[in-house]
């Protein structure tokens, strides 16, 4: 959205990269294997289709540019991604979220449920850290698709008003496909909780302004801080998480798309449940400036519900 174009110059990016904390992800994201097909997160091997609706797939270019401002999300998590996540034993997951418990559970979404747990970080003299373990339903609305785009998605974004994706995990057994990832825990949950949800006290105005630019900011890095345009197409408060400090942090990025190269203007999509605009749900073209009703309806949420008197 370049409207939020002045949130980048007032802050800018934000952040660098992240310090490695494992090699092994670059071997096991390029030889991972399911039960039926072979997946890498090379480019070639993420559809190119401009129909296709792939959340790391790239449509055709048609930019007569250099080839270094071309490069795919996949090239990119090739370049700088392998070395900042950490690959995970499905075992140390289970036992960090006492075998994905009831207890443990924060919520369920449409990739799956949401567990915490405490992990070791890989300093064996630091003390354990909580994290956020999203567990893939291989019976719900997404996938094995989603799961690659996010970790390709995050592995390679980095912003304060993004939520940090600390690893994942990918196995395949005799009990089918196991897909996990690992975040950052929010302790204070998501926006949709303090919005809808008697037992938070009513958040404040000024409080609801600083979660609503934190948001804004995110978006704008992700329209205009990049090399490439990310459109994130699932903005809604549930995916608004905020830490210790209220500070809001995007999240869920399955469903997200790289924007037009230089050269198209707008990339093609299925129709998702969004509230897109008539035009953009007519035509089945979504631009990085494309206007969903989901941003509407997250602002009139965000000062709505449960007012401070």
């Given at each position: 959205?370049?409207?939020?174009?002045?949130?980048?110059?007032?802050?800018?990016?934000?952040?660098?990269?992240?310090?490695?904390?494992?090699?092994?992800?670059?071997?096991?994201?390029?030889?991972?294997?399911?039960?039926?097909?072979?997946?890498?997160?090379?480019?070639?091997?993420?559809?190119?289709?401009?129909?296709?609706?792939?959340?790391?797939?790239?449509?055709?270019?048609?930019?007569?540019?250099?080839?270094?401002?071309?490069?795919?999300?996949?090239?990119?998590?090739?370049?700088r991604g392998h070395g900042q996540?950490?690959?995970?034993?499905?075992?140390?997951?289970?036992?960090?979220?006492?075998?994905?418990?009831?207890?443990?559970?924060l919520g369920e979404g449409g990739?799956?449920?949401?567990?915490?747990?405490?992990?070791?970080?890989?300093?064996?003299?630091?003390?354990?850290?909580?994290?956020?373990?999203?567990?893939?339903?291989?019976?719900?609305?997404?996938?094995?698709?989603?799961?690659?785009?996010?970790?390709?998605?995050?592995?390679?974004?980095?912003?304060?008003?993004?939520?940090?994706?600390?690893?994942?995990?990918?196995?395949?057994?005799?009990?089918?496909?196991?897909?996990?990832?690992?975040?950052?825990?929010?302790?204070?949950?998501?926006?949709?909780?303090?919005?809808?949800?008697?037992?938070?006290?009513?958040?404040?105005?000024?409080?609801?302004?600083?979660?609503?630019?934190?948001?804004?900011?995110?978006l704008a890095y992700l329209h205009?801080?990049?090399?490439?345009?990310?459109?994130?197409?699932?903005?809604?408060?549930?995916?608004?998480?905020?830490?210790?400090?209220?500070?809001?942090?995007?999240?869920?990025?399955?469903?997200?798309?790289?924007?037009?190269?230089?050269?198209?203007?707008?990339?093609?999509?299925?129709?998702?449940?969004?509230?897109?605009?008539?035009?953009?749900?007519?035509?089945?073209?979504?631009?990085?400036?494309?206007?969903?009703?989901?941003?509407?309806?997250?602002?009139?949420?965000?000062?709505?519900?449960?007012?401070?008197?």
């Open positions: 959205m370049s409207c939020l174009g002045w949130l980048n110059r007032r802050k800018g990016s934000g952040s660098g990269r992240r310090g490695s904390s494992a090699s092994a992800p670059a071997t096991t994201m390029t030889t991972m294997t399911t039960t039926t097909t072979t997946t890498t997160t090379t480019g070639s091997a993420v559809s190119t289709s401009r129909s296709d609706d792939s959340g790391a797939g790239r449509p055709t270019s048609k930019s007569t540019g250099s080839a270094s401002s071309q490069r795919s999300i996949s090239s990119l998590y090739e370049e996540l950490r690959a995970f034993e499905y075992d140390d997951l289970r036992a960090a979220t006492n075998d994905f418990g009831r207890a443990q559970k990739f799956g449920g949401v567990y915490k747990g405490f992990v070791r970080p890989l300093d064996p003299r630091a003390d354990r850290i909580a994290v956020a373990v999203k567990r893939l339903n291989t019976r719900g609305l997404q996938g094995h698709k989603q799961w690659l785009a996010e970790v390709q998605f995050l592995g390679v974004l980095e912003h304060p008003n993004l939520v940090k994706l600390l690893g994942y995990c990918a196995v395949d057994g005799e009990r089918g496909a196991q897909r996990l990832l690992v975040y950052e825990y929010m302790p204070n949950k998501s926006l949709e909780d303090h919005l809808f949800s008697r037992i938070h006290p009513a958040l404040s105005w000024n409080r609801r302004l600083q979660i609503i630019l934190g948001a804004a900011e995110g205009e801080g990049l090399e490439l345009q990310v459109i994130y197409r699932d903005f809604k408060a549930s995916n608004v998480l905020l830490d210790k400090d209220f500070q809001a942090k995007l999240s869920d990025f399955g469903l997200a798309r790289e924007g037009p190269t230089e050269g198209n203007t707008h990339v093609s999509t299925a129709v998702r449940r969004h509230l897109f605009d008539p035009d953009t749900k007519r035509n089945l073209k979504l631009h990085a400036t494309t206007f969903c009703l989901d941003h509407l309806a997250f602002h009139q949420d965000s000062v709505g519900p449960r007012l401070p008197l």
